[in-house]
């Protein structure tokens, strides 16, 4: 499985920006998926998680009601409104799981910036 974020940039507070993930194989099919993020100095942290059929997500608390996690054909999608400063990080998509905890995703891609300036 490949996957390969795209959607990043540069945005003010309050703007919104789309992620989206293609994936390879049969990730969209088969596995939950989950956006994480990294900003400099931090931990990657989880963001959201979908499971295979598209019926369950999962939220961040400092997301929930600004983010949404959706999936459409062979994309994963995360739609982001409101967006803060502290939102600033790279963000990267993964297959494998809908748990919080990246060590439980099989399948990583290679992450796209978001900067939220004030």
């Known amino acids: 499985v490949q996957l390969q974020a795209s959607g990043g940039g540069l945005v003010q507070a309050g703007g919104s920006l789309r992620l989206s993930c293609t994936a390879s194989g049969r990730a969209f099919s088969t596995y939950g998926m989950g956006w994480f993020r990294q900003a400099p100095g931090k931990e990657r942290e989880f963001v959201a998680a979908i499971n295979w059929s598209g019926g369950s997500t999962y939220y961040a608390d400092s997301v929930k009601g600004r983010f949404t996690i959706s999936k459409d054909k062979n994309t994963l999608l995360l739609q982001m409104n409101s967006l803060k400063p502290e939102d600033t990080a790279v963000y990267y998509c993964?297959?494998?799981?809908?748990?919080?905890?990246?060590?439980?995703?099989?399948?990583w891609g290679p992450g796209t910036l978001v900067t939220v300036s004030s």
């Open positions: 993964a297959a494998g799981s809908v748990r919080p905890t990246p060590r439980t995703y099989d399948y």
